[in-house]
C-alpha cells in the first residue's frame, strides 16, 4: 500500500529536477500525479515513464487561465486535487543595480504570482477532496540574501511569507507549509561547482531526490504542522564556518 493512495497530486515545474523527483516519489507512493510545466517533451516523456494514472498537462505559471484549465481537467479526469507542489521556478541573474525592471517582474510572475495562482485555484477542488496540502518550494533565498539574485530572493522570500499568509487564509481544510533547500544538483546549479558548497556543515550538493522526500513527509506525516519552514540545506544557514585559528 502507498502512503498516497487516492491522493491527486499536481506538480508544477515537474518535467525535470525537484519537480520530477517528486512526481516519480509521489507516483510511486501511489498517487496520481499531473506533471504541469512548460518543457512538453521532457513532462510527456516523463508522465509516460511513471504510467498511468500519470498526465502531463501544458501550464505556464503565471497564467490565470491556464491554471484553470488544468484544475478543470484534473478533476473531470483524475478527481478533486488533494496535493498541490508549486515547484516551478526560474532565476534571472542581476543584482539590484543591473537587473531590467522586465527580468525582475518575470521572476514575481513565476516564483511568486505562479505559487498564489495555483493555490486560490486549486483551494476549491483541495475542498472538493475533503481537504488537502499545498507545498510551496521557496529557498534559503527565502531566509536570508544572496548577491546577484535580487529579484529570486525577493521572490522566495515572498513565497515564504505568502505560505504563512495562505495557512491561516485555508485552515482548517488545507495545510499550507514551504519547503527550503539549499544547493540542489539540478539544471538550476548546472553552472556552480563543489567550491560552493566546500564551507557548509555538510560539504555537498543536495540530490533532487532528498528534496522529494521532504515533501513527501510535509504531506504524509507532518499532520500537525502548518505555515512552517521545512529547511534541508546541509547546515549552511546554521551559522559561518569557524573562524581561523578557533578550536576544532
Ligand atoms: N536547485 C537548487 O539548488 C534549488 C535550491 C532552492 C530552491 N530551488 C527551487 O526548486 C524549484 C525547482 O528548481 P530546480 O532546481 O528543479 O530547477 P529546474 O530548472 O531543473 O526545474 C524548474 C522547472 O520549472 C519549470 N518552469 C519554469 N518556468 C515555468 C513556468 N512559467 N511554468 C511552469 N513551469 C515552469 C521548468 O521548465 C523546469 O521544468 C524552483 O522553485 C527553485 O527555485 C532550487
Redesign the pocket.
Known amino acids: 500500500m502507498g502512503r498516497l493512495d487516492e491522493r491527486v497530486a499536481i506538480v508544477?515545474?515537474?518535467?525535470?529536477?525537484?519537480?520530477?523527483a517528486v512526481a516519480r516519489l509521489f507516483a510511486a507512493e501511489g498517487a496520481a500525479v499531473v506533471v504541469?510545466?512548460?518543457?512538453d517533451d521532457?513532462?510527456e516523456r516523463l508522465t509516460a515513464e511513471l504510467g498511468a494514472p500519470a498526465r502531463y498537462a501544458h501550464?505556464?505559471?503565471?497564467s490565470e487561465d491556464g491554471w484553470q484549465t488544468v484544475v478543470r481537467e484534473t478533476e473531470s479526469s483524475l478527481g478533486p486535487v488533494s496535493v498541490l507542489v508549486n515547484?516551478?521556478?526560474?532565476?534571472e541573474w542581476g543584482s539590484v543595480e543591473e537587473q531590467s525592471p522586465e527580468a525582475f517582474r518575470r521572476v514575481i510572475?513565476?516564483?511568486l504570482q505562479?505559487p498564489w495562482l495555483g493555490m486560490r485555484t486549486t483551494a476549491p477542488s483541495l475542498r472538493r477532496a475533503g481537504g488537502g496540502v499545498i507545498v510551496n518550494?521557496?529557498?534559503?533565498?527565502g531566509m536570508t540574501g544572496y548577491a546577484g539574485i535580487a529579484s529570486?530572493v525577493a521572490s522566495?522570500w515572498g513565497v515564504r511569507g505568502l505560505t504563512k499568509a495562505a495557512a491561516l487564509d485555508l485552515a482548517p481544510d488545507i495545510r499550507v507549509c514551504s519547503v527550503?533547500?539549499?544547493?540542489?544538483?539540478?539544471?538550476?546549479?548546472a553552472d556552480f561547482d563543489d567550491s560552493f558548497t566546500a564551507a557548509q556543515p555538510l560539504p555537498r550538493?543536495?540530490e533532487?531526490e532528498e528534496?522529494a522526500r521532504m515533501v513527501l513527509f510535509v504531506v504524509a506525516d507532518a499532520t500537525f504542522s502548518t505555515g512552517v519552514e521545512f529547511v534541508l540545506d546541509g547546515g549552511v544557514t546554521v551559522g559561518p564556518p569557524a573562524a581561523p585559528g578557533a578550536a576544532q
Not at 504541469?36 to 518543457?39: E, F, G, I, N, R
Not at 515547484?87 to 532565476?91: E, P, R, T
Not at 518550494?137 to 533565498?141: L, Q
Request: proline share 4%; hydrophobic share 40%; net charge negative.
Open positions: 508544477t515545474g515537474g518535467s525535470r529536477g525537484i519537480g520530477a504541469a510545466d512548460v518543457l521532457e513532462g501550464l505556464d505559471v503565471s515547484n516551478a521556478g526560474i532565476v510572475d513565476v516564483n505562479g518550494i521557496s529557498s534559503i533565498a529570486y522566495k527550503h533547500p539549499g544547493v540542489v544538483r539540478t539544471a538550476m546549479t550538493f543536495g533532487p528534496v
